[in-house]
């Protein structure tokens, strides 16, 4: 299986910060890497497919990159519906793999 | 636009046989090239993809969940479902069906990008 290593697990930020969280691949999946939030109490919802295409209705200050084994998700002037937990998830291979989440809350 | 909401059973003993739906509303769950899939999430935990059927007929499962898992689809429904045997209180978890695009050989590239709101089951007796 390919594990999915995000960091950090928790971060504390301020309204309008700009936010990076990583995730680490244990083999390259290329670009087959997506990007979902998720608030508590409600199913994930998905921010970034292919590593780096903003998925239709998600705001622009969403932002994805990274090639290989190594990603970011960007949240560009943090917004008071931005503090949630986020995944990464890979799809190069059976099985699907997520990271173990990164939870955004107010400093 | 295409909903999904799942159905279940909340309580289910050890060693016995889980079943789930997920009724797909507002769309077509017989596209030709689109895939569905079931995740889970224990209480407090992150997310564990668990198995994925696709239309072009394809049925992918985590090998971690051995032989306990199966993927189907009834279209007469417009349901799919999972069953899950032999349950035990480590399968408790809010069950989340998806759905995702099936493009070139793979079912995940596109992401999982319509979820329904998930079901709670517990495993005890």
Do not use: H
Request: proline share 5%.
């Amino acid at each position: 299986d390919i594990q999915m290593t995000q960091s950090p697990s928790s971060l504390s930020a301020s309204l309008g910060d700009r936010v990076t969280i990583t995730c680490r691949a244990s083999q390259s999946i290329s670009n087959y890497l997506n990007w979902y939030q998720q608030k508590p109490g409600k199913a994930p919802n998905l921010l970034i497919y292919a590593a780096s295409s903003l998925q239709t209705g998600v705001p622009s200050r969403f932002s994805g990159s990274g090639s290989g084994t190594d990603f970011t998700l960007t949240i560009s002037g943090l917004q008071p519906e931005d503090f949630a937990t986020y995944y990464c998830q890979q799809s190069s291979s059976t099985p699907l793999t997520f990271g173990g989440g990164t939870k955004v809350e107010i400093k | 636009q295409l909903q999904l909401q799942e159905s279940g059973p909340g309580l289910v003993k050890p060693s016995e046989t889980l079943s789930l739906s997920c009724t797909v509303s507002g769309g077509s769950i017989s596209s030709s090239n689109y895939c569905w899939g079931w995740i889970r999430q224990p209480p407090g935990k992150g997310l564990e993809w668990l198995a994925t059927i696709c239309n072009s007929g394809g049925t992918y499962y985590n090998p971690s969940l051995k032989s306990r898992v199966t993927i189907s689809v009834d279209t007469s429904k417009s349901q799919f479902s999972l069953k899950l045997s032999s349950v035990i209180a480590a399968d408790t978890a809010v069950y989340y069906c998806a759905r995702s695009r099936y493009d070139s050989g793979n079912y995940g590239y596109y992401g999982l990008d319509v979820w329904g709101q998930g079901t709670t089951v517990t495993v005890s007796s």
